[in-house]
């Protein structure tokens, strides 16, 4: 369905609902030819987004060549209406009476099985970088707009000309990584010049430009200044050798201030040549800024619609980067091409393959397999409150006012956060029952003959399943050394860990615990783990109240390849914990015998920026600042990058 959009989704694996806006084109397609009259007629001139702003179109145009269906379309914000005091000109010249400017957009509902996600990415756009003159000089222009200047369908009709004068440029120059594996420095202290990520694409690109201009014109000269070419995939080292023959510059080295000739409009690059170590000055004729990539605008509400995940870049993240490549974190959708990550079409053609062999997969099979580790709802402990519904990422949760909540085992990912949210013990984990947790903590803290181990010697370690567990396995196969006293728990998610269990640990004697989970990006269940941070938020302020150092209680994020921060943090908690008496223990068991475990604490209840105290638990470094509730931001301490950050509001919000 082309020219539509999505507007909403609901269901689950095998059964979604999708609702699609279809746009009115205020053209029939079914009638339309395609002959142009109405284009020729239209007196609204604007710029053409395929050719990138280098020529017009029409209010009525069709969007680019070997369009489907290749019909017209009216932008309805741009064109003058069917009043024929305002304009009407289209409609006159149409010989078929195929423009209709009463057409509605239609709202479709479709039923589908499976989704794939192929939403493409954007480019960067590089006016922040003003060193390079793109918002200031004529004759630099990015690599989409080289792209279109030397296409046969170009604005130019393939003659290769520079845009200031129309002559054709003999000095070129090449600028890689533009807005790509920028990090931040003095010079860029917020981040907004450029992403910190190699856009994968834009070394070869810059390859096959050069080969392509030495084959139509080869007395150009092209320069070519980089960090580094990355000219990674199957023939590409090949290209790159090739082009190097064929008499193509590569200067190790960005430029760091360009200029222009007034008169002439040539420009005058001044470069560093870290091979050489010389500063050098070029003059060109064209410069062309080989542009990054960026996650489209448009992911986003498709992601909010099917409840995705995102990297720290903004990308879509697949289930798994090397079982599940092209699977979400949510059952039957999959994602394809650039919406995941920065790629080629080769790459993307491949993962197309891929995410339409899973769909059809899944839609073949007359059943359904679901993993056994699903939530299910007690319904006579159930008191219909509907605070599991809150917390549930994936929407797997059916529920409306005084009904007992129901699990939809198709849509459920066993992350576990339900059941650590329900006060009512009303949902059962299976596999990772509240029971088969406590037993571990008994036997981690347990008291008898049989344990040789002191307890206060074992640290309760609680770790998800798919990133600090994993990231515990890498720092063994590592053969890292780290304190052989932290008892790790398994959890699925570590917003699986119910505040009771923490509560209990220190009650049975744990002179130390650590949360642990996936770092905010890595999320595989989206965002289950903020529940995590607002629970141990509560479990701070309830352990301070009753007297108990709140620093015994540690949260730290860790991924599966981070075997190397795994150990630091055994090692930081096994300082802490070597600190902590028996005295100390004995006294928090007098304290919280039969206190209720806490819930809800105070920063939970601040709606708007606030300024606060920031304490890290593993260092002591304190620090002001202002917390805003609503940014999805890890919280980690500026001095030992540890994630044991509590946020102490000054006064009242």
């Known amino acids: ?23 009115a084109r205020y053209v029939d397609e079914a009638e339309c030819t395609a002959c142009g009259d109405c284009s020729d007629v239209c007196p609204v001139v604007m710029p053409d987004e395929f050719q990138a702003g280098l020529s017009t179109r029409r209010a009525i145009y ?37 423009i209709d400017f009463d057409m509605q957009d ?105 080969l392509l201009l030495k084959d139509h014109y080869p007395e150009t000269d092209i320069t070519v200044f980089y960090m580094d070419i990355r000219a990674f995939g199957k023939g590409f080292e090949d290209l790159y050798r090739r082009s190097k023959a064929q008499g193509v510059r590569y200067i190790r080295g960005l430029p760091g201030e360009v200029e222009e000739d007034s008169q002439t409009g040539n420009l005058r690059v001044y470069v560093e040549n870290t091979t050489t170590g010389l500063l050098e000055e070029h003059e060109l004729d064209l410069l062309v ?25 903004g990308f879509l993240m697949e289930g798994h980067p090397k079982l599940k490549p092209v699977d979400t974190p949510t059952k039957g959708v999959y994602i394809a091409g650039c919406a995941e990550a920065p790629k080629d079409v080769k790459d993307s053609v491949t993962q197309a393959s891929a995410a339409a062999a899973r769909a059809e997969g899944l839609l073949s099979r007359p059943e359904i397999d679901v993993e056994a580790i699903t939530a299910v709802v007690d319904e006579d402990l159930c008191k219909q409150c509907g605070q599991c519904v809150d917390v549930c990422p994936f929407s797997a949760i059916d529920w409306e006012r005084k009904q007992t909540a129901r699990v939809i085992s198709a849509a459920c990912a066993g992350c576990g956060t339900c059941a650590a949210e329900c006060p009512f013990d009303a949902i059962t984990m299976r596999h990772f029952t509240d029971q088969q947790i406590y037993a571990m903590i008994d036997a981690v803290l347990g008291h008898g003959p049989a344990d040789e181990r002191r307890p206060l010697d074992n640290m309760v370690v609680f770790a998800c399943n798919w990133c600090s567990y994993a990231g515990a396995d890498t720092a063994g196969t590592a053969r890292l050394q780290y304190p052989p006293n932290s008892c790790v ?66 949260l730290d994020w860790c991924s599966a390849a981070e075997g190397q921060r795994w150990a630091r943090m055994m090692r930081d ?8 008496t028996v005295r100390e223990v004995e006294e928090t068991r007098e304290a919280m015998k039969g206190q209720k475990v806490p819930r809800r604490s105070q920063v939970a209840r601040l709606k708007r920026p606030t300024a606060a105290t920031m304490v890290c638990y593993r260092c ?34």
Not at 1 to 23: L, T
Not at 307 to 312: A, D, F, I, K, Y
Not at 573 to 580: D, H, M, P, Y
Not at 636 to 646: D, G, W
């Open 1 to 23: 369905m082309a020219y539509s959009e999505i507007e909403d989704v609901s269901g689950y694996v095998g059964d979604f609902r999708v609702w699609v806006r279809r746009k």
């Open 62 to 98: 069709i969007p680019f060549p070997q369009a489907v269906p290749s019909s017209y379309v009216v932008n309805a914000d741009e064109c003058l209406g069917s009043n024929p005091i305002a304009c009407g000109k289209c409609v006159e010249a149409c010989d078929k009476a195929c």
């Open 106 to 210: 239609e709202i479709v509902e479709l039923q589908v099985g499976a989704i794939i996600v192929a939403t493409g990415m954007e480019t960067y756009d590089p006016t922040p970088m003003d060193e390079y003159g793109y918002a200031s000089y004529e004759n630099v222009v990015t690599s989409l707009e080289f792209e279109r200047l030397i296409s046969a369908e170009g604005p130019t009709d393939g003659h290769f000309v520079r845009p200031m004068d129309r002559e054709r440029p003999q000095r070129i120059g090449f600028v890689q990584c533009v807005g790509s594996r920028t990090v931040l420095s003095e010079s860029n202290p917020d981040g907004q010049r450029g992403n910190p990520y190699c856009s994968n694409i834009c070394c070869m690109n810059t390859v096959k430009d050069s």
């Open 289 to 313: 800024l080989s542009i990054g990539a960026i996650p489209r605008m448009e992911t986003d509400t498709v992601r909010q619609l099917l409840t995705l995940s995102v990297t720290e870049d």
């Open 489 to 554: 728990i398994r959890t699925m998610c570590s917003g699986r860990v119910k505040p009771d269990f923490v509560w209990y640990a220190f009650q049975k004697g744990a002179p130390m615990v650590l949360v642990s989970g996936c770092h905010y990006a890595d999320c595989h269940y989206i965002d289950a783990n903020r529940n995590t941070v607002r629970r141990v938020d509560a479990l701070w302020e309830g352990l301070e109240r009753h007297g108990v150092d709140p620093s015994r209680l540690q």
């Open 573 to 580: 908690l096994e300082g802490l914990r070597a600190r902590v």
């Open 620 to 653: 002591g470094n304190e620090w002001g600042a202002t917390f805003d509730p609503t940014a999805d931001r890890e919280r980690m301490c500026l001095a030992c990058r540890s994630n044991s950050v509590r946020v102490m509001p000054n006064g009242k919000e």
